[in-house]
């Protein structure tokens, strides 16, 4: 059994309309967001032990904040090829992962990452920014993971919600 969390990047910023969209940083709420999550995780214990993140500005600094309020000691890649990606680019990346590699984290985009949701789990859900899904997949090997896939979606958090319970 291996574990995957999708995690949508934190909220970003549009005020500087002159960057390109990748170079977009994180507003004050996905700064906010960001490190509650991580606490979460860390209070969930499920700390990843890798994370497979877009190369985009917002993904590194939710990544950042994530991993400093988590206390993550992992390693982190950063993948150009998950900037903007479609559901498909996920799973090529994540069935190439060593079958050492028990829980993963994949840091992200819509629609891609709802479309991964709805692939892995069968739940179509919306995924808002830092919105983190939980999902134990029934496999042994990263390589067989593949869009016949079908895991359970273990657990679901919106920051929203949990700051609603504060």
Known sequence: ???LILMRHAKSSWKHPELADLDRPLNKRGNRDAPMMGQL????????????????????????LFTEADHFNGEVRYLENFYMAESQAYLEGLRTLPDNI????????????????????????????AAI??????????????????????????????????
Do not use: C, Y
């Open 102 to 129: 028990e829980r993963v984290m994949v840091v992200g985009h819509n629609p891609g990452l709802e479309g991964l949701l709805q692939i892995l789990s069968g739940q179509v859900a919306s995924l808002p920014t």
């Open 41 to 64: 995780i860390e209070e969930k214990e499920l700390t990843p032990q890798l994370i497979l993140s877009s190369n985009a500005v917002r993904a590194k600094e939710t990544v950042r």
């Open 133 to 166: 899904a939980h999902i134990a997949l029934p496999i042994q090997h990263w390589n067989e993971l593949n869009d016949s896939t079908t895991g359970e979606l273990v657990d679901f958090w919106r920051p929203h919600d949990l700051k609603k319970k504060k």
């Open 1 to 3: 059994m291996k574990t």
